[in-house]
Every structure is written in C-alpha cells, then in structure tokens.
C-alpha cells in the first residue's frame, strides 16, 4: 500500500526564517512520482515540483527547495527566507505515474508572520 | 492557456436532493481525476477518466456518487440523495498522459466546486 506522511500539522515562523517541511511516503513500487503542492487560503491547489523516483538529484528553484532520499523515504521542501506570501496549506503526493491517482499527504500548515 | 476550471464555486443543498458538478479539464489533457477534500479526511481520490477506457471507480464512497466524461474533456460528477456527510470540496483535475510526454503524469487542479448539504 502507498502512503504519506506529513508529520508535522502546522508551523509558524517569523519572516525571513527558514522553514524546512517534512515528507515520508511507503510503496513497494519501484517507479514512482512525487509532488508538492501549495494550498493558499484562495483554495486552489498549486503544482510546485514533481520528482521520479530514480532521479534523486535535489532541485533548486528560487527560495524553494527539495532533498530527496530514497534511503530514509522521504522528501522534504525547504523554503529559504520565508515570506508573508509563503502562508498556505503544503501538501506531498505520491504517484505510480501516468493515470495513477494521487495519494496525499494530511498537509502542513505554514503561517508566516511579518 | 486555460487551466482547469470548475462550476458552480459554491453549491448549498438540502439534505435528499441531487447535485451535478462540472469539471472542464486543461485542452488537451487526456486524463481527469476527481478528489474530495474535507476536514476530517483530508484530500481524497474518488475517480479517474483515461481517454475512452473505463474509469477507475475505486475511490467512490457509495453508490450515491457516480461521475462521467461526456466526449473526452468535460466531466460531471452527481451525488444523488445528498448527506451532511458529502458536504466537502470537490477538485478535478487533469493530466496529459500522453505515452513519452515529460511530466505528463503531473495533475493541475481546478479551483474546486464547495458543496454544503444543510
């Protein structure tokens, strides 16, 4: 069965802090995709990165960033100098692939104080 | 171009009625997926659309739920005899899922239909 942990329910930082968000997930595939995606208090669920499982290269975009390893399962994000704009529900996903269904994470809930 | 959109934002009903929501997925996009967000269960799968094969139905939580995809791209899922217990946010999305694509297995959600069964 897959699974995805978020461990931690919320956190709060002040401005400027960096914020590291964790993911664990369990499958018995060998191929398999991961996702992150931002909720803000809009609703809409925002695509931030997706990872294969065989490429464990961790990603850099901007402020964001991601450390996969496939020895201890997970993959956590990491936003470096965290603003007010950052606030919002972050959700980790898993995936077979092509036409496989999402499974979620409970999500982290980021409050960024000014 | 277009993301997914989705209608009506906002559905109150009573309890007993039937509900119809829509899904227009990203042009192009080959597959769409339906999940249902609520408080207590967090975001859940409840059906997936691949091209003309027979959709994946594992995610459906009774048989009050049933969802199609009328010429490929626009879906509606009904909820007949409403229950307090359905009211949830309801996502669609939609991925290319074309054989090679780069990224194709990635899903863009739509804004969600908020559905309140008083």
């Known amino acids: 069965a897959q699974k995805v942990t978020q461990a931690q329910t919320e956190i709060s930082v002040v401005e400027k802090e960096d914020v590291t968000l964790d993911c664990v997930y369990e499958?018995?595939?060998?191929?398999?995709?991961l996702f992150w995606y931002k909720q803000p208090p809009s609703g809409e669920l925002v695509f931030l990165i997706r990872?294969?499982?065989?490429?464990?290269q961790n990603e850099i975009s901007g402020r964001y960033s991601w450390n996969f390893q496939k020895s201890t399962s997970s993959f956590n994000f990491t936003i470096t100098a965290s603003q007010v704009v950052d606030s919002a529900v972050y959700f980790c996903?898993?995936?077979?692939?092509?036409?496989?269904?999402?499974?979620f994470g409970q999500g982290t809930e980021l409050s960024v104080k000014p | 171009g277009a993301g997914v959109s989705q209608s009506p934002s906002n559905k109150v009903t009573e309890k007993g009625k039937d509900v119809e929501l829509r899904c227009d997925p990203i042009?192009?996009?080959?597959?769409l997926y339906w999940y249902r967000q609520s408080l207590g269960q967090g975001l859940e799968f409840l059906i997936y659309?691949?091209?003309?094969?027979?959709?994946?139905k594992s995610g459906l939580p009774s048989d009050r739920f049933s969802a199609e995809r009328t010429g490929g791209s626009v879906s509606t899922l009904t909820i007949q005899r409403t229950q307090q217990e359905d009211s949830a946010v309801y996502l669609c999305?939609?991925?290319?899922?074309?054989?090679?694509?780069?990224?194709?297995?990635?899903?863009?959600f739509g804004p969600g239909t908020r559905l309140t069964v008083l």
């Open positions: 999305a939609s991925s290319l899922n074309f054989p090679g694509s780069l990224n194709g297995d990635t899903q863009y």
């Open positions: 499958t018995r595939d060998t191929t398999y995709y």
């Open positions: 990872r294969n499982s065989f490429d464990e």
């Open positions: 996903a898993l995936t077979r692939g092509q036409g496989g269904k999402l499974i």
């Open positions: 042009s192009g996009h080959t597959a």
């Open positions: 659309f691949q091209g003309n094969s027979a959709p994946d």
